[in-house]
């Protein structure tokens, strides 16, 4: 059977955290055999399925398409399995591919040696059949193999994203620390944003969460930004599938929104960068950029959603500087924003306890190695409590 029409195991990987909002994703593109993971959702499907998530799926790092299960106790073992397999049907032997891998195997010290033990394999298994090999190195631009060994299971799969999908491709001037793709599409899911209504965001820093909230308003996937995946290197790839996914995706798409998305900052040189990025995602029509303290930004009438990603104060000495902050973000929302639902992203609990506004929900993330909180506020007269 050709690897295209084959079904398989498909892992979905995603940062600690975001599995429910992957999981959600996937049911909406028509996914039904869904198994939650720690850090991904694992299902089934075609190389053909694999593409349709790699365009359409917004809080995803990896679709990762099962080839071969084995069992392996040493280094030489894996070796002896990975060059069974057929890799003259999955990668040009005139190509080039990268090795990745996850390992919890006590004969393992250095993942790095796993990687080429399973490399060797591949490249020997096409130089005994063809007298040449594919180039391999540490670039995952082209084809990408990924070995998951963990004690003496082991899993070969095709990583069919090739780069990390948390890169959506639209931000071309990201500043400093911005809030990854992935995990801001997962917040705005969180808060149930559709498109209907306004999205409110000062220390809009970048523009992450601005631009992907207009790029949900517009059903627009991610996909659509990148011209290379994994699976382009695939010796069966069906360009002519992935030009119709491709058509299909930007058919269904809208052009414009209901409602008004209005982010500001009050460093010029931010907005001036998230609206490069914008223009980049072919939405900087739809947000309107203001330079001003968060505390003046434009707040048309309600409804619709109010999102502040402040900082956390991680640098000594910003604590005192952010404990006003985080008071002045509870006036901003009471005074400005009734009729809204409002929402700060925080790793700093003790700082968000100066908002001085009763939580509505406490939602759980991670910023990277930060456990985090989306705190959900529902604006309406009486919602706030004294300071502690």
């Known amino acids: 059977m050709p690897l295209f029409q084959k079904t398989s195991k498909i892992i979905v990987t995603c940062p600690k955290g975001i599995a429910p909002y992957l999981k959600e994703e996937l049911e909406a593109i028509g996914f039904q055999r869904l198994t939650e993971l720690t850090a991904g959702v694992e299902t089934t499907g075609t190389i053909d399925d694999a593409m349709?998530?790699?365009?359409?799926?917004?809080?995803?790092?990896?679709?990762?398409?099962?080839?071969?299960?084995?069992?392996?106790?040493?280094?030489?073992?894996?070796?002896?399995?990975?060059?069974?397999?057929?890799?003259?049907?999955?990668?040009?032997?005139?190509?080039?591919?990268?090795?990745?891998?996850?390992?919890?195997?006590?004969?393992?010290?250095?993942?790095?040696?796993?990687?080429?033990?399973?490399?060797?394999?591949?490249?020997?298994?096409?130089?005994?059949?063809?007298?040449?090999?594919?180039?391999?190195?540490?670039?995952?631009?082209?084809?990408?193999?990924?070995?998951?060994w963990k004690k003496n299971g082991c899993s070969m799969y095709l990583d069919t994203s090739g780069e990390p999908l948390s890169r959506h491709g639209y931000r071309t001037i990201p500043l400093k620390a911005p809030m990854q793709e992935t995990l801001a599409a997962a917040t705005l899911m969180a808060t149930r944003w559709k498109g209907t209504g306004n999205f409110i965001n000062p220390m809009c820093g970048s523009g992450t969460l601005a631009i992907e909230a207009a790029l949900i308003a517009l059903k627009r996937p991610p996909g659509l930004f990148r011209n290379n995946f994994g699976f382009m290197y695939i010796s069966s790839f069906d360009k002519f599938k992935w030009k119709d996914l491709r058509n299909t995706a930007n058919r269904q798409s809208k052009k414009t929104m209901s409602g008004t998305i209005v982010a500001t900052d009050i460093n010029p040189e931010a907005?001036?960068?998230?609206?490069?990025?914008?223009?980049?995602?072919?939405?900087?029509?739809?947000?309107?950029?203001?330079?001003?303290?968060?505390?003046?930004?434009?707040?048309?009438?309600?409804?619709?959603?109010?999102?502040?990603?402040?900082?956390?104060?991680?640098?000594?000495?910003?604590?005192?500087?952010?404990?006003?902050?985080?008071?002045?973000?509870?006036?901003?929302?009471?005074?400005?924003?009734?009729?809204?639902?409002?929402?700060?992203?925080?790793?700093?609990?003790?700082?968000?306890?100066?908002?001085?506004?009763?939580?509505?929900?406490?939602?759980?993330?991670?910023?990277?190695?930060i456990e985090c909180r989306l705190l959900e506020y529902d604006l309406y007269e009486g919602s706030r409590k004294p300071n502690k």
């Open 52 to 148: 349709q998530i790699n365009l359409s799926v917004r809080t995803a790092h990896r679709v990762l398409y099962l080839l071969e299960e084995f069992s392996a106790n040493s280094p030489h073992e894996m070796y002896k399995h990975v060059s069974t397999i057929p890799w003259e049907d999955y990668l040009d032997v005139d190509g080039y591919f990268s090795v990745t891998s996850t390992v919890e195997n006590p004969t393992i010290k250095n993942t790095q040696y796993a990687n080429v033990k399973c490399k060797d394999a591949i490249v020997d298994r096409f130089y005994k059949r063809f007298g040449r090999r594919p180039q391999s190195g540490p670039k995952r631009n082209r084809a990408v193999v990924h070995l998951f």
């Open 271 to 369: 907005v001036a960068a998230a609206t490069k990025n914008a223009e980049s995602a072919g939405v900087d029509h739809l947000i309107d950029f203001h330079t001003c303290d968060f505390s003046e930004t434009p707040v048309p009438e309600g409804p619709g959603i109010v999102f502040i990603n402040p900082e956390y104060g991680e640098r000594l000495g910003d604590m005192e500087r952010l404990k006003d902050t985080y008071k002045e973000i509870g006036t901003f929302f009471k005074q400005q924003c009734l009729g809204y639902r409002g929402y700060i992203f925080t790793g700093n609990f003790d700082l968000a306890k100066r908002v001085g506004l009763k939580t509505k929900r406490r939602i759980p993330f991670y910023n990277s190695n």
